[in-house]
DNA sequence: TATTATTATCGTAATATTGCAATATTATAA
DNA sequence: TTATAATATTGCAATATTACGATAATAATA
């Protein structure tokens, strides 16, 4: 049948997966790239710069965005946003909390 | 078209695209996490540990394993390995190089 | 060698992801 | 209010992922 069976793992099992699944393409990982090194907020200049149609960069916007990753107004014509680096530190404190948790051990 | 456009990223937006995949399904990260805290090889048991089925433990295995996150012996009726600590701790350290490439900004 | 236990592969079905053209929506500017 | 510029949504097609039953392959054991 397909699809992922969500409801065998648990939670923070689930969380990894998906604060891995926004990493999971490069171009959401270009654009996060993209605004984290900007010095201003974007305000409209993304489509130019990765190269993607607008509809695509849209999609990949809204899937950084609802993981929280965004900061700033999205209203109407022009965007204003930036890099929500709290959510952004948190992914990684996330992350590395799995990777550290681990029993070293020797073995093959 | 659909599917992904990867030509016109760069080779390290790849790479962690690549990594984040293998994160990206609960059961891998389930599967990873198991194989993390065992003090002794796995010969054989992770099929009742996940409830999943031989072929899909199987195929998630193999995902783990081509991105050189186990080590052991891999013939045969049984296999015996564990995790490739050194790879494990590259990803780490990958997606932390990752995290800290940005402009730190206030703006929003 | 034949049996058994374990993992891999194949085939197939369902769902998810990716991408873009066309269109709709929305806030600002004229 | 009406144009405009920018982003969002819709619809569709192609590909990828996920899952498992059936079967094959493989190594150890009898």
Redesign the interface.
């Known amino acids: 049948m397909g699809a992922?069976?969500?409801s065998?793992?648990?939670e923070q099992?689930?969380l990894?997966?998906e604060?891995?699944?926004?990493?999971?393409?490069?171009?959401?990982?270009?654009i996060l790239?993209y605004i984290?090194?900007?010095?201003?907020?974007i305000c409209g200049d993304i489509v130019d710069e990765?190269?993607?149609s607008q509809p695509t960069i849209s999609q990949h916007l809204q899937v950084i965005r609802k993981a929280g990753l965004l900061?700033?107004?999205f209203e109407g014509k022009r965007l204003?946003?930036?890099?929500n680096?709290e959510r952004?530190?948190e992914?990684?404190e996330l992350?590395?909390a799995?990777?550290h948790?681990?029993?070293?051990?020797d073995?093959?």
């Open positions: 992922s069976k969500l065998i793992h648990n099992q689930q990894i997966a604060i891995a699944k926004v990493l999971a393409h490069p171009a959401r990982v270009a790239e984290a090194n900007q010095k201003n907020c990765i190269g993607l900061k700033g107004t204003c946003y930036c890099l680096r952004f530190e992914f990684q992350l590395n799995f990777f948790q681990t029993v070293v051990a073995c093959c």
